[in-house]
């Protein structure tokens, strides 16, 4: 069964330096998504992409975010100078190309800790 | 905006008994999908079950039923025969409609379900 791939499992960066979090979305999807989960809080939605762009983001995605799909496979988030406050479990999903599809498949996350 | 509210941050069960987790949502829309997520300790995200808000039937997948009711906007998760490995954290989640199919999925604040043996 196809499923959204997410790496490094596990990131350990300085405040202040960039990181890129990086997914592989299931192949014929079309839909891509950024979620974070701060420790012990619930899911909250950052960002949605489509064609090559942004869809929709949240208050979160200010300018320190960015998304990019730069090869036709990968969807990466860049997190431009890190803050103590954006460790989070950061959750990649993806959804089907007909608007009845619905369903997003998420990642296993990616776990950022900044120090 | 939707909101999801999930008010018991906690419950348990006894292995082998029935369950409820509830949600609570609030929308202007009339159509719209809703689901539970299963979040274990490995922290993956997994989807349990998802209900149509047109469809009156109430979603059923195995063990996990939910009770739909629009009226009310109450959508809760119903584990029967529970089982060790069904302890996780379950947020119930909230989509909208659109032409696009890309709207976001908006959570609740979870319930951690413990199972007693």
């Known amino acids: 069964e196809p499923e959204v791939t997410q790496t490094p499992s596990h990131q350990v960066t300085q405040m202040g330096q960039e990181v890129i979090l990086r997914c592989v979305p299931i192949?014929?999807?079309?839909?891509f998504y950024w979620y974070r989960q701060i420790l012990g809080q619930k899911v909250e939605f950052l960002v949605s992409?489509?064609?090559?762009?942004?869809?929709?983001k949240s208050e979160i995605f200010d300018d320190q975010f960015s998304v990019e799909r730069p090869d036709g496979s990968n969807f990466t988030l860049k997190i431009r100078s890190t803050k103590l406050e954006d460790s989070a479990m950061y959750f990649c999903?993806?959804?089907?190309?007909?608007?009845?599809?619905?369903?997003?498949?998420f990642g296993p996350g990616t776990r950022l800790t900044v120090t | 905006a939707q909101t999801v509210t999930q008010s018991q941050p906690e419950m348990s069960v006894q292995e082998a008994e029935t369950v409820t987790l509830s949600c609570t949502y609030d929308?202007?829309?009339?159509?719209?999908?809703l689901f539970w997520y299963k979040q274990p300790p490995s922290r993956q995200m997994i989807l349990v079950i998802r209900q149509e808000a047109y469809k009156q039937q109430n979603a059923t997948e195995n063990r996990f039923s939910v009770n739909f009711q629009k009226a009310a906007k109450s959508f809760s998760l119903k584990i029967s025969d529970s089982q060790l490995g069904d302890a996780a954290m379950y947020f119930c989640?909230?989509?909208?409609?659109?032409?696009?199919?890309?709207?976001?999925?908006?959570f609740g604040t979870g319930t951690r379900l413990t199972i007693i043996p």
């Open positions: 929308t202007s829309e009339s159509d719209y999908y």
């Open positions: 992409f489509y064609n090559n762009e942004i869809s929709e």
């Open positions: 989640a909230y989509r909208a409609i659109s032409n696009f199919g890309n709207e976001k999925l908006t």
């Open positions: 999903a993806s959804s089907g190309g007909l608007a009845e599809s619905y369903e997003q498949y």
């Open positions: 192949s014929n999807h079309l839909y």
